[in-house]
């Protein structure tokens, strides 16, 4: 016999599984940055986390125009992740300064010019998006208005 869910469960559950979600992706984060600035690894033995960096927010993108919804857009939304970039940053730089036992060489330009290169990418294209997702989100909003007026 199928249970019937109630409406809060389902919702409580949805918001369970997104905290889920973020908190992997932080630590996926940490993980990239303990291993490129404190272990020294390139690109190559981080893969795994960069891929992971980079589908995540490209799977949330597809997702939310698949279903016609439009996530965070704006200066609120923008707003309410600096403090966790910032965070990321000064754990990043804290991991980098922290490493005395590094030669010069080894705590050299080619791991900070990775993540200074990805998180210029990374705030670039969250400009871009959040712009579209503002378009797109008045323009759902106008055909959501429209279908009432009919």
């Known amino acids: 016999m199928k249970q019937i869910q109630d409406e809060r469960t389902l919702q409580a559950k949805n918001q369970i599984y997104s ?7 932080y630590l996926v984060i940490i993980s ?38 439009v996530l965070g857009t704006g200066r609120d939304s923008r707003r309410r992740a600096l403090p966790l970039l910032l965070a990321v940053l000064l754990i990043g730089t804290l991991i980098y300064l922290g490493n005395a036992q590094a030669s010069a060489e080894a705590r050299g330009s080619s791991a900070l010019l990775t993540m200074a290169i990805y998180l210029a990418l990374f705030l670039v294209l ?25």
């Open 19 to 25: 905290e889920l979600m973020r908190i992997l992706l």
């Open 32 to 69: 990239f940055y303990v291993k490129s600035l404190y272990f020294h690894m390139d690109l190559k033995q981080c893969l795994t986390e960069y891929i992971i960096m980079i589908f995540a927010p490209l799977y949330q993108m597809v997702r939310t125009r698949q279903m016609g919804v």
């Open 126 to 150: 969250q400009h871009i998006f959040s712009r579209m997702e503002e378009k797109r989100a008045k323009k759902l909003e106008d055909s959501f208005d429209e279908e009432e007026n009919s």
